[in-house]
């Protein structure tokens, strides 16, 4: 379970955050003792502010867990009663567009430059994410470091949104020397399943995997979501067709590279070197 291994990895590598996780889950475990699940609920609760703010303090933090930012914050959310509350609430009872993004290399950067220049780089694609997000309609859910979890009224809008978050940040790469960023951009579309439980926790997981499949300044979206997307989106086309395995799926899952229409015809009109 990724969320194990990162907590062992603090355990065993950070004393002070050894002594936080500690006495939260003492404390927690001490006022709920109604039954094992709820016991866990609330340990999970305890756990993450305590990861949120090491993270936010010092993103070199993210190395001592051993995970990617996104698949560590999807291990967040998929557990958090509020993230859950808030994508249902985005859902309305009908699909809502999941979208992940996160920093390719952002480790290294911060092994390099340290954790005030992350910091700081952190602050401009915040500044940018939250601009191109409530732009389309959409909302930020959750972040932890260098991952960004977004939702969106429909894929439709989640796409445009993906879009609208990439170009954005090649502009800004192209004007400032302080914005080495390239991002990895993920969407996929999911159903609130409250009669299980489960509100999009298993959908929130699916989009962070597709983050292994995504390379540096890519947009990829599940065959769930362009299905859902396409016929609504006139000015941007999909291609490069595949299939992938995401880790607990036992079928492979069907994605597409989603750019603007003209980027592609550019791309296709371009004489070959």
């Known amino acids: 379970m990724n969320m194990r291994k990162a907590l062992l990895a603090a355990l065993r590598g950070e004393e002070d955050l050894r002594s936080q996780i500690t006495n939260a889950l003492r404390k927690r475990m001490d006022e709920n003792q109604e039954s094992p699940m709820t016991t866990m609920v609330a340990a999970a609760e305890a756990l993450e502010p305590i990861i949120a703010n090491a993270v936010k303090r010092n993103p070199s933090r993210l190395s001592v867990f051993g995970l990617k930012s996104a698949h560590l914050l999807a291990s967040l959310a998929a557990e958090d009663e509020v993230s859950n509350g808030r994508l249902a609430a985005i859902a309305q009872n009908q699909t809502v567009g999941i979208v ?19 910091i700081e780089l952190l602050g401009k694609l915040s500044t940018l994410i939250s601009r191109s997000t409530r732009a389309g309609k959409g909302e930020i859910v959750k972040t932890l470091g260098d991952g960004f979890l977004l939702a969106f009224p429909s894929a439709s809008q989640a796409v445009r949104g993906a879009v609208s978050v990439r170009d954005g940040s090649l502009a800004l790469r192209r ?37 292994d499949h995504c390379e540096p300044d890519e947009i990829v979206v599940s065959e769930a ?49």
């Open 100 to 118: 992940f993004v996160d920093v390719a290399g952002f480790t290294q950067y911060t092994a390099d430059h340290g954790d005030d220049a992350a």
């Open 175 to 211: 004007k400032d020397p302080g914005f080495p960023v390239h991002l990895r951009i993920a969407v996929h579309a999911g159903e609130p399943l409250i009669e299980q439980d489960d509100l999009l926790g298993h959908d929130v997981n699916i989009t962070a995997r597709l983050l």
């Open 225 to 273: 979501a362009r299905e859902l997307a396409e016929r609504r989106l006139k000015k941007i086309s999909f291609d490069h067709p595949r299939e992938v395995k995401i880790r607990g799926l036992a079928t492979r899952v069907g994605i597409v590279n989603a750019n603007p229409v003209d980027r592609v015809t550019l791309a296709r009109s371009a004489p070959a070197r």
